[in-house]
């Protein structure tokens, strides 16, 4: 099995220079070509627990990607990671990502947010695999060739909608994953609950990222004021009602998980907060502004999600 890592930031290199040191087949599928070959040259460093791992893997650039000889491109049996964000899944990305599928190799999709796994499939060949997939894991890229692994957990993934007639198929393939992601030591776990998942990891996301972004505070800090308490506690309720029409089951996503993940990530600035502070696109549209989207789908108001999704934008 080879895996095709495209997007080589914070995620996509932790992840693939952690399987590449665990002797995974890693391509990583970048932007540039400097990353390409830095990669490719005097490898990757992987900073974990105070040590760094310098770990040599195979690169290229989206462009060359295009052009490599047949026998390198990913085919059945191989699966192809998008690692990038929400904001850079453009039509132009998505048209690579469906020429290196066209041989049959599954897809991985770890984008936090909604949106996105509708798009992605209307723009892959008919009949790809793809798989959601949800990380509790941290990192941190701190330049093209260095990644900080800031936050251990669990890759869990599986399919959407469980059920279909090729099922039987896809597990085998997806399982086949769990064996070298375990092997290369990366706890990893097959879900038949992916869309409680995704919505109870979006809802962390819509309560902390937002307001922490908004009032520049570690996630840790959030709690710690009573009013910000309070904001957090209304805008949870909202989110929660919204996704629960939506579907969310009622043992997902409580609000003692989200304070616990405010607990276990006290250190941590969060995605948005680092996103505004570098003067990068943030995810809101498909956080605070995805739950918006199902409130309107669902006839109901969603006054804090657009507040926050406004004032976020008005910090891009
Ligand atoms: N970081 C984390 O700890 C976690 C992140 N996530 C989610 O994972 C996703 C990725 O996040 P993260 O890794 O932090 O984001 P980063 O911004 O660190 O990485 C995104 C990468 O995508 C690359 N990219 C963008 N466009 C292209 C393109 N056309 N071709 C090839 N590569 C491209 C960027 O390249 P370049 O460097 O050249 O700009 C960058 O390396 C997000 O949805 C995030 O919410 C989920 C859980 C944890
Ligand atoms: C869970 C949390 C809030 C951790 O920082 C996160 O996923 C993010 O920052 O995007």
């Known amino acids: 099995m ?8 914070s995620l996509g290199m932790m992840y693939g220079l952690r399987l590449a040191r665990g002797g995974a087949r890693i391509t990583f599928v970048t932007r540039s070509v400097e990353q390409a070959s ?39 049996g191989d699966w192809i990671w998008i690692t990038v964000k929400q904001a850079h899944l453009t039509d132009e990305l998505l048209a690579s990502v469906s020429s290196l599928s066209a041989r049959g190799a599954a897809v991985l999709c770890l984008q936090n947010g909604i949106g996105h796994l509708p798009r992605i499939a209307a723009a892959l060949p008919a009949g790809t695999l793809i798989v959601p997939a949800i990380s509790t894991e941290g990192a941190l890229r701190e330049s093209p060739d260095i ?25 085998i393939t997806q399982k086949m994953l769990v064996s070298v992601l375990e092997e290369a030591g990366i706890t990893a776990e097959l879900s038949n609950q992916m869309e409680n ?8 996301n819509a309560v902390i990222n937002p307001l922490t972004a908004i009032f520049g ?47 276990a990530t006290a250190a941590n600035e969060s995605s948005m907060l680092r996103d505004v502070q570098s003067g990068r696109a943030t ?16 006839g109901i108001p ?3 999600n657009d507040a926050v999704a406004a004032m976020v934008r008005a910090l891009h």
């Open 302 to 304: 969603s006054p804090l």
């Open 2 to 9: 080879r895996i095709f890592i495209v997007g080589a930031g």
């Open 38 to 76: 830095l990669i490719a040259g005097k490898g990757g460093k992987l900073v974990e627990d105070g040590e760094e791992f310098v770990v040599v893997a195979k690169a290229v650039s989206m462009s060359d990607g295009m052009a490599l000889a047949e026998d390198e491109l990913p085919g059945a």
């Open 147 to 171: 990644v900080r692994y800031t936050g251990r957990g669990t890759l869990m993934f599986g399919p959407l909608r469980p059920g279909k007639t090729n099922a039987e198929e896809e597990e």
């Open 197 to 204: 998942r995704i919505y109870e990891k979006l809802l962390i």
């Open 217 to 263: 505070v570690k996630n840790g800090e959030l709690p710690l004021h009573p009013s910000r308490l309070r904001l957090m506690s209304a805008l949870f309720m909202e989110s929660r009602a919204i996704l629960a029409r939506s579907g969310l089951n009622e043992e997902y996503g409580s609000w003692e998980k989200v304070l616990a993940v405010c607990e």
């Open 283 to 298: 995810e809101i549209d498909w956080i605070n502004g995805g739950i918006a989207g199902l409130a309107r789908e669902a």
